[in-house]
């Protein structure tokens, strides 16, 4: 509701109240001459939500024209900010909805079928049993909404697509790629092309790899969510810019989860349009290879094609029909087929029991699973798994662990009260000769081509997918004030530098009285002792430009220091060989880069340097390079920051 409704709404009771209660005539004068002031206001708030609502239904009805008219008046006289953005973000939808009829397909409509909101992804039947996970979960650790509660993660896939949101609360496309040692690396987003301010949610990518369909409600749509498709670039290993899939796949309502059957036999999705806010319909179309298109102008006709009505009548529930396009069959939930009567508190009983039975094997998983990541835990000595990732994998198990246990608890509660509520009826409900649920196979080695099945699958259980930990980037730049990072003295780089000596202390000197100088130095001495020394400098002006912030810091002996390749020289002979040796610049080089790196390489780069880019590929092997640096050392920083995130093959060259 627009807020200026709220506000008059507010001023009408405020008034009738006071006018109840106060008694005081002159006070009730005041508040008539307050009344008829905030009138005019009033009533202009609420014509303005009369006609928002009236463009609204015209955008939501495909009148575009009208609708992005209506808008504009009503953006002609608003003032409020965020209200102005949102009527703005109307007239282009509307705009783009003209643009979208211009080509527009008219589908041939097999089945539909209505079905709650926020469960409705488990109704493709040919996606597989068990294939979409919950959230929170290892991959995505937030809880979602309606539209992202789950998360498609089927087994056997070495790369998963899937949403998740940035620091902002988007929901983008990410992905996460199964490596040779068993870790998935980091969520990655997929890339800018696929990002809006909005949210790119339920991701699908197509039986031949070759397209990525998802949805979102930033990207150029006509209203709500819109659905998308990318296809996979070969050459830069990329997704493409997203394309609209046009109407009527896209409304000015929200469209979800396009997916072609692998038998190439329909194309499904799902739509919030034409049904109550907690439902969806998911509409089953015959498969086009090469759809018509054309422009659509005619209101009747627009307004047809997108109720996208079946060419035959709707099955009822459990009945089958058979098409030109084959048979689409409603089955029977998992659990019913033990069910010897219609009665609904029967059907409700068996339900009970199959869900606890399945609740008691996850807890049964889990409890496994948590058992190996404790012995995991205690025995870890392999860098690349960091205890701090191993407790937050043992603290997402025992949350769920508890979740779980909860739920059974109540299932429990719930089995015992039907139990007596049959044996105050009389009723006997043999449970021990009850056996486990058993599903027929959806996707059979061999499916039979002429057949659609809607029917209702199981979630999967929690899977707990071990991410590969972030490793530390040290930052070997010179600075003061922050945490001081002791690095070993073999990290000091190839060349002449020159670096600030602070003092010789203990080796157990605090590290705290440093006073936040970085990078610190230490070397042992033949007396016990330890040089400490501050930065790395490439030229003695540098150096010198530094010197007294070390200072005033109260290091007041400090002094400048040389070496030459990790060999200690005067500060004389440095200053000599620097002016003699020429002026070079150098890059650095990244070879033989593999897709699930090339977006940590790049994130890397721009964080750490400001220099330019260049990408090239030849035998399917990506290079790129960074520079010019004037500077070794700078390259040496950037090289170091690469290699320590795990970037293999990184040089220093020297640029010719």
């Known amino acids: ?309 079946p060419s035959v009548s709707e099955p009822a529930q459990n009945e089958s029909v058979t098409t030109g396009h084959g048979e689409i069959r409603d089955t029977v939930e998992a659990g019913t087929a033990a069910i010897r009567t219609n009665d609904k508190q029967y059907e409700d009983y068996f339900n009970a029991l199959s869900e606890h039975r399945k609740v008691e094997a996850d807890i049964s998983d889990l409890e496994e699973c948590q058992k190996k990541d404790r012995t995991a835990y205690v025995e870890v000595e392999d860098e ?52 486990p649920d058993k599903k027929e196979n959806t996707v059979p080695e061999k499916p039979e081509t002429s057949i659609y099945t809607f029917r209702k699958m199981d979630m999967a259980k929690k899977r707990y997918f071990r991410i590969r930990p972030k490793k530390k980037v040290f930052d070997y730049s010179f600075k003061t004030g922050e945490k001081t990072l002791i690095v070993p003295v073999d990290s000091i780089p190839v060349g002449l530098v020159y670096q600030i000596h602070i003092f010789n202390a203990p080796a157990n000197y605090p590290i705290k009285r440093l006073k936040g100088l970085s990078p610190v130095f230490k070397r042992k001495l033949a007396n016990g002792k330890c040089d400490y020394s501050a930065g790395i400098f490439h030229s003695y002006d540098e150096v010198m430009q530094h010197l007294n912030i070390v200072k005033k810091l109260g290091f007041k002996d400090a002094y400048v220091t040389a070496f030459d390749s990790g060999i200690s020289v005067s500060v004389n002979v440095a200053r000599k060989r620097e002016k003699e040796q020429p002026a070079a610049t150098y890059k650095v080089v990244i070879r033989d880069l593999k897709e699930s790196e090339q977006e940590d390489a790049r994130a890397l780069i721009m964080s750490n340097s400001k220099k330019d880019i260049v990408r090239e590929t030849e035998n399917n092997n990506v290079t790129y390079s960074v520079g010019p640096f004037v500077s070794k050392f700078s390259a040496d920083s950037l090289a170091n920051a690469l290699t320590a995130a795990g970037i293999p093959d990184v040089t220093v060259e020297i640029l010719q």
Request: hydrophobic residues 40%.
């Open 1 to 309: 509701m627009y807020k200026g409704t709220i506000f008059s709404q507010f001023i009408k009771y405020l008034l009738l109240l006071l006018s109840q209660y106060v008694e005081d005539m002159n006070i009730r004068g005041l508040w008539t001459i307050l009344f008829l002031s905030f009138a005019p206001l009033v009533l202009r708030s609420q014509s303005f939500d009369t006609e928002y609502r009236k463009a609204d239904s015209l955008q939501r009805a495909y009148s575009f024209e009208e609708a992005r008219a209506a808008f504009d008046s009503l953006l002609k006289g608003c003032s409020d900010s965020s209200m102005v953005d949102n009527l703005q973000k109307r007239e282009v939808q509307c705009e783009n909805g003209l643009s979208l009829l211009r080509f527009a397909g008219n589908p041939e409509v097999v089945a539909v079928k209505t079905v709650p909101a926020r469960s409705f992804f488990l109704y493709y039947s040919h996606l597989g049993d068990s294939t979409w996970m919950a959230l929170p979960n290892s991959l995505v650790t937030v809880p979602g909404s309606t539209w992202t509660n789950a998360v498609y993660l089927p087994k056997g896939r070495g790369t998963h697509i899937f949403s998740a949101p940035d620091e902002s609360g988007s929901w983008n496309l990410n992905y996460s790629v199964l490596g040779a040692d068993s870790l998935w690396s980091r969520p990655e987003m997929i890339g800018e092309e696929v990002t809006s301010t909005g949210n790119e949610i339920l991701p699908m990518v197509s039986c031949d790899g070759k397209y990525l369909y998802f949805s979102s409600d930033g990207l150029f749509g006509m209203g709500g969510y819109d659905l998308y498709r990318c296809k996979w670039n070969e050459d830069t290993q990329e997704w493409g810019e997203p394309e609209n899939l046009g109407f009527p796949f896209s409304s000015p309502a929200d469209d979800f989860l396009y997916s072609d059957t692998p038998d190439g036999k329909f194309t499904i999705f799902a739509s919030n349009r034409d049904c109550s806010g907690d439902s969806v319909r998911i509409y089953v179309l015959a498969f086009e290879v090469l759809p018509v298109k054309k422009a659509l102008t005619d209101m009747e006709e627009i307004r047809r094609i997108a109720k996208l009505r």
């Open 384 to 435: 690349t798994v960091s205890k701090d990732s191993l407790e937050n994998i043992l603290l997402v198990e025992e949350n769920e662990l508890f979740s779980l246990q909860q739920k059974l608890s109540g299932i429990s509660s719930r089995i015992q009260s039907m139990e007596t509520d049959f044996l105050s009826k009389g009723m006997i409900v043999d449970a021990e000769n009850i056996q």
